[in-house]
């Protein structure tokens, strides 16, 4: 079918078939590309697909190119699957697999660093509430001796001033006594002068008589 | 070149001529000639296999922008196998790769103009698919022996429909490797054609006077955007390709779906 339509196309007396026959030709002229003859038509038209195979039919159907093809695809491809399965491939997986190990282990060194770091803060924090523990029980400690001493002290000085109080007491009643002792005298000497100087000398012994039983009344 | 003939850009030239067997004649014997396309598959693997050993060859912890575009094709192919046919598949992954990369590269030089398309021929692109269902069925038999069958009898369908089902999926299994290779053959040859023809089509018109310069602004519009089209076709193919080929291999290793 494909020569068919070849073949008319070659007998199409157009310009440009006219410079393909004579360029297909190595310059001689074909004198069928101008007229209908059939045999110059198949001459011109295998021509014009190149000539290697004079078959005519359509190249990728051409069984003569076949063993050639077969030939070189498998040699061609062999090669490659060669190249490929035993240089190229394994090189590119072993850079894949080796970045891929550096990436790990520096994922897990990343990852220990942060544990690391993770213990670091929780040690500081342990310490940091252990000193403070520490710090308040030394406080309390400190407060409670120091109330202590204060309390101790204050006793002291309290019982202290408790004894001169009492003492203090004691010495103003011998004293509010003594001096109590001392009125009678006073009232008898006074009656006596009173008396010695309104009615002369009385017994000293009559006067205190009377102010006894003046001071009882 | 032969102007805008679209099909001059598969055809297959002789660079070495090495023929074996024969009388002699033209066309008898076996053509095993270094040819253009020899060439472009030499150049395919010459590429890859260069740029990944030359990329890779410091093995630095932190790589620079050549190394990493190998390691990402790495690991996409690796996560396709993977996710494919589970890290059983692993096996298989110099294979996936290989033909990952073969096909991908060999799909872009293809589309560098006057470079010849290695995939664009059937032969080439069946061999490659044979070479995976061959895979698939050698390595399905050694592992699971005949539990590898269980691949034609799902698990859950009642007996009696069986008798309908696994000849379907056998059917389905044994036209894998013509399917694998007919998408991709037949996506860069449409595609390459496709592009031929439009831009035959500017060359055409603009021959035709100032009209026709003025209206091969259409398909040369069309030129550009089949352009890119055929870059994502490229990909795309190359892409399925391998997926299609884990998917397949994880019926070896895991025949029971």
Same mark, same amino acid.
């Given at each position: 079918?494909?020569? =068919?339509?070849?073949? =008319? ?7 440009? @078939? ?73 090189? &590119?997986?072993? &850079?894949?697999? @080796? ?40 406080? @309390? ?5 120091? =109330? ?23 010495? &103003? ?25 309104? &009615? ?18 | ?16 001529? *090495? ?39 410091? #093995? ?30 692993? #096996?298989? +992954? ?5 033909? +990952? ?32 269902? /061959? ?11 005949? #539990? ?15 008798? *309908? ?22 996506? *860069? ?6 592009? #031929? ?31 890119? /089209? ?28």
């Amino acid at each position: 079918m494909v020569t =068919q339509v070849y073949a =008319q196309e070659a007998t199409t007396p157009t310009e440009e @078939n006219l410079d393909h026959a004579v360029d297909a030709t190595h310059g001689e002229p074909v004198p069928g590309a101008t007229g209908h003859d059939p045999t110059a038509d198949t001459h011109a038209t295998t021509q014009a697909h190149g000539g290697e195979h004079d078959s005519g039919v359509f190249p990728p159907f051409d069984p003569a190119t076949f063993p050639s093809q077969l030939l070189w695809l498998a040699i061609t491809f062999g090669v490659l699957y060669l190249l490929m399965s035993k240089v190229a491939l394994p090189r &590119i997986g072993n &850079i894949l697999e @080796n970045r891929k190990a550096i990436v790990d282990a520096d994922l897990a060194a990343a990852d220990a660093s942060r544990q690391k770091t993770d213990a670091a803060i929780a040690a500081y924090e342990s310490a940091l509430a252990n000193a403070r523990a520490k710090a308040q029980g030394i406080a @309390n400690e400190t407060r409670e001796t120091i =109330q202590a001493d204060l309390a101790a002290k204050r006793g002291a000085v309290e019982a202290d001033l408790a004894a001169k109080v009492s003492e203090a007491e004691a010495r &103003i009643a011998s004293t509010k006594r003594d001096a109590l002792t001392h009125v009678d005298e006073i009232a008898v000497e006074t009656a006596q002068t009173v008396v010695a100087q309104i &009615i002369g000398d009385v017994p000293a012994d009559s006067v205190r008589a009377a102010v006894a039983k003046a001071s009882k009344e | 070149m032969a102007g805008t003939d679209p099909i001059h850009q598969f055809v297959i030239e002789d660079m070495i001529p *090495i023929h074996l067997g024969g009388d002699g004649t033209a066309g008898s014997g076996l053509n095993f000639s270094f040819t253009n396309s020899s060439l472009f598959m030499v150049a395919t693997v010459a590429v890859i296999s260069l740029y990944l050993i030359l990329t890779t060859s410091a #093995k630095s912890v932190i790589p620079g922008r050549a190394q990493l575009v190998s390691e990402l094709l790495y690991g996409f192919v690796a996560n396709m196998v993977r996710s494919a046919a589970g890290t059983a598949g692993m #096996k298989f +992954f110099p294979l996936v790769f290989s033909l +990952f990369t073969f096909i991908f590269v060999a799909n872009m030089f293809g589309m560098v103009p006057y470079f010849f398309t290695v995939t664009s021929h059937i032969i080439v692109t069946f061999a490659l698919s044979m070479l995976v269902f /061959l895979t698939v069925v050698i390595y399905g038999f050694v592992k699971n022996g005949p #539990k590898f069958l269980k691949l034609f009898v799902p698990s859950g369908v009642p007996g009696y429909i069986l008798p *309908i089902v696994a000849p379907i999926e056998f059917i389905s299994f044994m036209s894998r490797p013509i399917s694998l290779s007919v998408r991709l053959f037949g996506n *860069i040859l449409a595609g390459h054609i496709t592009l #031929k023809v439009f831009t035959g089509f500017i060359v055409t018109m603009s021959s035709l006077g100032f009209l026709g310069i003025l209206g091969s602004a259409l398909p040369l519009i069309m030129a550009i955007a089949l352009t890119g /089209l055929e870059f994502l076709v490229g990909a795309v193919q190359a892409y399925v390709f391998a997926v299609l080929t884990c998917m397949y291999l994880n019926d070896a290793i895991h025949p029971s779906h």
